[in-house]
């Protein structure tokens, strides 16, 4: 039987920005098993949010889903039209914890009162059960003294408890996935483990699916399951994780994990990837990522590659996998990684 819960096939995605076409996502398909922890990482621009915005119908009213599809629970969302149906799915069943937790609260409501009114909503609960369970909710994401929390409005907790709050409410509406789009990026490194963990937890407490958007691909080595390297609206390469970090074959993926500060040796200049991200208002020929890529092949500038199958569960779209392409050895760092730098 399959456990798919969430299927993606062949998505593209295009803004119309003053009279020019940007082209966000170019052909992605992803499939999302039941209960897994899929990470998504990439540069900004790489397309993450746009991405998960589209399974959530979140879409900027300049942008449109010009191909492909989106399987989710027998239906294609692609084919939606109205408010009404996003309804039944929106924070009901796919529920998102937006980058900056300041503004998904409401300043001017307590913090007790915007959890509530997800209960009361999703799970139909009201008055003395919806509060009590409001405070259960506020204790399952670590809130201490939650009896006294509740009262509060958000100004009142600093950054990394608002996060919790954000979750909080995600949670109280018992999706089925849960995408946290950079939960932690504005708080320090600390609080950002202790709120990884605290997803991780509600993970298994309340069988949820779950996707992460970051930048950083340090921070996923110890959450995910798998983890989707994005470049350019592309997915370029996924894997499970140690397939990743073990294994990579995509440049990109290994430009990305050569700059992750945990790999250099002290003293060491860390290692930053040259050049920027391709203009996305224009068609790109080949490999996008070929103009940064320092071993990029002819072919890369010419044609888009396909992917290659590294293993059943990982692939990635680089002519380097194709078997005529040269050998090239990935960098140093990469090899130390393999050798086991990163998971000592
Ligand atoms: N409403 C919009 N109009 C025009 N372009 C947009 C719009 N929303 C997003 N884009 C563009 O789509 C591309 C992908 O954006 P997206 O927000 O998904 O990036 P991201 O990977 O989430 O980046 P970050 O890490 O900075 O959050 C970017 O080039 C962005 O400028
Ligand atoms: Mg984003």
Not at 227 to 249: N, Q, S, T
């Amino acid at each position: 039987m399959s456990n798919t819960i969430l299927s993606v096939e062949g998505l593209r995605v295009q803004f119309s920005l003053r009279g020019k076409v940007l082209n966000a996502i170019r052909d992605v398909s992803l499939t999302l098993e039941k209960g897994e922890s899929l990470a998504i990482v990439g540069e900004s621009g790489s397309g993450k949010s746009v991405l998960c915005k589209t399974f959530m119908g979140l879409l900027d009213a300049n942008g449109s889903i010009t191909a492909g599809h989106i399987w989710f629970g027998g239906e294609d969302l692609t084919q939606y039209t109205t408010e009404k149906q996003w309804l039944g799915i929106r924070g009901k069943k796919i529920a998102m914890v937006m980058q900056d937790p300041m503004t998904s609260l409401n300043p001017l409501k307590t913090v007790g009162a915007q959890i509530t009114e997800a209960v009361v909503l999703h799970q139909g609960l009201s008055g003395e059960a919806a509060r009590a369970e409001t405070v259960r909710i506020l204790g399952d994401v670590g809130i201490t003294d939650p009896e006294r929390r509740y009262k509060q409005y958000p100004h009142e907790f600093s950054g990394g408890m608002r996060q919790r709050v954000v979750i909080a409410i995600a949670v109280a509406c018992r999706p089925e996935i849960l995408i946290c789009d950079e939960p932690t990026t504005a708080l320090d490194v600390t609080i950002q483990a202790q709120i990884l963990h605290l997803i991780r937890q509600l993970k298994e407490k309340y069988q949820l699916t779950t996707i992460y958007i970051t930048h950083d691909l340090g921070v996923v080595a110890s959450v995910a399951d798998r983890i989707a390297v994005m470049y350019a609206g592309d997915i370029v390469e996924i894997g499970r994780c140690e397939e990743v970090f073990c294994d990579p074959r995509h440049p990109y993926t290994w430009a990305l994990l050569s700059s992750l500060p945990q790999l250099a040796e002290r003293g060491d200049e860390l290692y930053s990837i040259q050049g920027t991200p391709p203009n996305l208002f224009t068609e790109i020929q080949g490999d996008a990522f070929a103009p940064r890529n320092p071993h990029a092949l002819k072919i890369d500038f010419v044609k888009r590659p396909p992917y290659f199958e590294v293993s059943p569960t990982h692939r990635a779209r680089t002519w380097l996998l194709d078997p005529r392409a040269p050998k090239v050895e990935p960098p140093e760092s990469i090899r130390k990684l393999r050798e086991g730098g990163l998971w000592k």
